[in-house]
């Protein structure tokens, strides 16, 4: 015998508008106010005397895509950015247009936007005029992928670095260029080998390189994301590696034990290797290391101007 479904029950339901009433909406009150930008009050352009010049205001945390160009393949991608834009403000300014440093996003979108300097150079000094102001900031960091083989069997992964660009304009002081790249490294504890029997621990070194570029650098001769991922990478214990077989790990384990590394030599090494780069002028460089065998992290750091020789 075939069985009969059993009838489930059923729940009368209010209709929707009264289930939006049940949980507080309410009719729309009588308009008063102007419908209509003319007639609207324009608070952020009010011209008094408010105290104070601001350094900086605008928006931030703003996500978007960019297309990243890059002299190791994959030599075109796309990943997801995240801008601030700022400028500064006078004391006679109650306040800036926000609404107009996404304009200037949206307006620029349209032709594809990328993290090329000379095209960011333009959307700064364009976002400046648009804010009506005389200078203009923009803060862009995103993921850099590239492609890392295995240094035995040659098997081809990816890895990823954290890049970032300021780019500041002055309608009289022209543009100062910031760059900055997060690289991960191995570095192998000298001590440790050297107390040690046998063994040594190693463990993870966050690297960031913050550098200022000369007027003259030239990103389609030289891309400074490569130039910054080598300066960390050549002078680590070892490379980190997407894919490793047992030759691979082999290699890499040997090739720290041979290379040990504190995290003062790292960011020494590093810094020579960027006052020998021509087009940095200046430079601060970060090492954290992870500790393995310890609860703590150790960290070192170095600043250098070229143009001043400190």
Same mark, same amino acid.
């Given at each position: 015998?075939?069985?009969? =479904?059993?009838?489930?029950?059923?729940? #009368?339901?209010?209709?929707?508008?009264?289930?939006?009433?049940?949980?507080?909406?309410?009719?729309?009150?009588?308009?008063?106010?102007?419908?209509?930008?003319?007639?609207?009050?324009?608070?952020?352009?009010?011209?008094?005397?408010?105290?104070?010049?601001?350094?900086?205001?605008?928006?931030?945390?703003?996500?978007?895509?960019?297309?990243?160009?890059?002299?190791?393949?994959? *030599?075109?991608?796309?990943?997801?950015?995240?801008?601030?834009?700022?400028?500064?403000?006078?004391?006679?300014?109650?306040?800036?247009?926000?609404?107009?440093?996404?304009?200037?996003?949206?307006?620029?979108?349209?032709?594809?936007?990328?993290?090329?300097?000379?095209?960011?150079?333009?959307?700064?000094?364009?976002? =400046?005029?648009?804010?009506? #102001?005389?200078?203009?900031?923009?803060?862009?960091?995103? @993921?850099?992928?590239?492609?890392?083989?295995?240094?035995?069997?040659?098997?081809?992964?990816?890895?990823?670095?954290?890049?970032?660009?300021?780019?500041?304009?002055?309608?009289?002081?022209?543009?100062?260029?910031?760059?900055?790249?997060?690289?991960?490294?191995?570095?192998?504890?000298? /001590?440790?080998?050297?107390?040690?029997?046998?063994?040594?621990?190693?463990?993870?070194?966050?690297?960031?390189?913050? &550098?200022?570029?000369?007027?003259?650098?030239?990103?389609?001769?030289?891309?400074?994301?490569?130039?910054?991922?080598? =300066? =960390?990478?050549?002078?680590?214990?070892?490379?980190?590696?997407?894919?490793?077989?047992?030759?691979?790990?082999?290699?890499?384990?040997?090739?720290?034990?041979?290379? @040990?590394?504190?995290? +003062?030599?790292?960011?020494?090494?590093?810094?020579?290797?960027? *006052?020998?780069?021509?087009?940095?002028?200046?430079?601060?460089?970060? /090492?954290?290391?992870? +500790?393995? &065998?310890?609860?703590?992290?150790?960290?070192?750091?170095?600043?250098?101007?070229?143009?001043?020789?400190?």
């Amino acid at each position: 015998m075939k069985h009969q =479904a059993k009838a489930l029950p059923v729940k #009368q339901l209010p209709s929707k508008e009264k289930r939006h009433q049940l949980f507080g909406s309410v009719k729309p009150a009588p308009k008063t106010k102007p419908v209509d930008k003319m007639h609207m009050a324009d608070l952020q352009n009010t011209k008094k005397d408010f105290l104070f010049d601001l350094d900086a205001v605008g928006v931030t945390k703003v996500k978007h895509p960019i297309l990243i160009y890059s002299f190791m393949p994959p *030599y075109t991608q796309t990943s997801v950015a995240e801008f601030t834009f700022t400028s500064s403000l006078k004391q006679t300014n109650k306040g800036t247009n926000m609404s107009r440093f996404i304009e200037q996003l949206a307006s620029y979108q349209k032709n594809g936007f990328s993290t090329d300097l000379e095209l960011l150079k333009k959307f700064t000094k364009d976002m =400046a005029k648009r804010v009506e #102001q005389q200078d203009a900031t923009i803060e862009v960091s995103f @993921p850099w992928f590239f492609e890392r083989q295995a240094p035995d069997t040659s098997l081809i992964g990816l890895n990823h670095a954290n890049a970032s660009i300021k780019m500041e304009y002055h309608e009289t002081k022209g543009f100062h260029i910031q760059l900055s790249l997060g690289v991960s490294i191995t570095t192998l504890c000298p /001590c440790s080998k050297e107390i040690s029997e046998y063994s040594a621990h190693n463990q993870r070194g966050n690297v960031t390189m913050e &550098i200022r570029v000369s007027d003259d650098y030239q990103e389609e001769d030289l891309d400074w994301k490569k130039v910054l991922l080598e =300066a =960390a990478e050549s002078n680590a214990s070892a490379r980190l590696h997407p894919i490793l077989k047992r030759t691979d790990e082999k290699f890499v384990t040997e090739q720290a034990y041979e290379n @040990p590394r504190f995290v +003062e030599d790292m960011v020494r090494l590093i810094a020579a290797d960027l *006052y020998e780069t021509p087009f940095i002028e200046k430079f601060k460089v970060t /090492c954290q290391n992870e +500790e393995s &065998i310890h609860m703590h992290d150790a960290i070192a750091e170095i600043t250098y101007d070229k143009t001043k020789g400190i």
